[in-house]
């Protein structure tokens, strides 16, 4: 039988590991700037990317054999890894709680958008912030508010010590400093 006759599915590629957990009843919390990220990472799904690449398969498609045809192809593969981006963002932004860790500004209790800097056991010193699942990156030294590290420091305060657990053991974490960032000027 021809590939031509074959029915495509979303499931064909489907490499994508699904939504990332949240806790049980627990929120989508996000930063304002997080949440307008992904907003613009959608508007422009929906508003560029897509469009583009709906011209590009039916022009491929109107060329005939769609068997060998790599444009026609590829521009079906995009547009579906597109609508499944375009699903993932509007799930996530329709279940976001917006928390402007603005409030915070000033406090040396840690909360939801907190810069934190400790330093461990073995004396490394670390500077991470506290996000949402959907905009923290560590590389940048971001992370999840539902991560262990980020649930330890959760509530503590400059100057406390607190216990990580992890798969080496209990490791004590002492707070040195914690920063929100400054309230927008009115």
């Known amino acids: ?39 613009s990472e959608l508007l422009t799904l929906i508003d560029e990317e897509r469009p583009k690449v709906v011209d590009i398969v039916h022009w491929a498609a109107s060329n005939g ?32 709680e917006i928390a402007d860790p603005s409030v915070h500004h000033g406090s040396e209790q840690v909360f939801f958008g907190a810069t934190v800097t ?20 560590t590389l940048k030294g971001e992370i999840s508010w539902v991560s262990p590290v980020a649930r330890t420091l959760l509530k503590s305060s400059t100057g406390d010590d607190v216990s990580l657990v992890t798969p080496q053991g209990v490791q004590e974490l002492h707070i040195l400093k914690v920063i929100y960032p400054a309230p927008p000027a009115a």
């Open 118 to 137: 400790y330093v461990d056991d073995a004396d490394v010193e670390r500077t991470v912030t506290i996000l949402g699942i959907d905009e923290a990156d």
């Open 1 to 39: 039988m021809s590939k031509a006759f074959t029915k495509e599915t979303d499931a064909d590629d489907d490499d994508s590991p699904g939504l990332p957990p949240l806790p049980a009843g627990g929120r989508n919390y996000i930063t304002p700037q997080g949440y307008e990220r992904l907003r």
């Open 65 to 96: 054999d769609r068997s060998e045809n790599g444009d026609y192809i590829y521009g079906k593969k995009r547009l579906r890894e597109i609508d499944r981006r375009i699903r993932f963002l509007t799930q996530r932004l329709e279940i976001a």
